[in-house]
């Protein structure tokens, strides 16, 4: 099993970004039991002004699949209900994510 590195990043609404740290600071126990589940470790969520930063570490072996499971979950699904509206549009992103993905070009272990 190969660790993979992600680093997504998106810009939330001003007027959301309270709310969008209210329910990282309280999130769901389902959810968090999800992520782990579809191996997505050391995750991590960061805020400068409205920009979001965010840092996974994936441990599986089938990340598209990985992904496809915590999609499919209720629980998950009901989350990003509340988590989504906060974010704009990012104009590099691919089909108006709400996160777009970066590329890795440094890595030290």
């Not at 007027?15 to 389902?30: F, T």
Request: hydrophobic letters at 35%; one cysteine or more; aromatic letters at 18%.
């Amino acid at each position: 099993m190969k660790k993979q590195f992600f680093g997504q990043v998106g810009k939330l609404l001003p007027a959301k970004v309270p709310e969008y740290v209210e329910l990282h600071n309280h999130p769901w126990p389902g959810v968090l039991k999800k992520i782990k589940e579809c191996n997505l470790q050391n995750y991590s969520i960061f805020l400068h002004g409205t920009i979001v930063f965010a840092y996974f570490e994936y441990t599986g072996t089938d990340y598209q699949k990985d992904m496809e499971l915590m999609a499919r979950d209720l629980e998950t699904q009901e989350w990003w209900k509340h988590t989504k509206p906060c974010f704009e549009s990012f104009a590099f992103s691919k089909n108006e994510e709400y996160y777009a993905d970066m590329n890795q070009i440094f890595y030290l272990s």
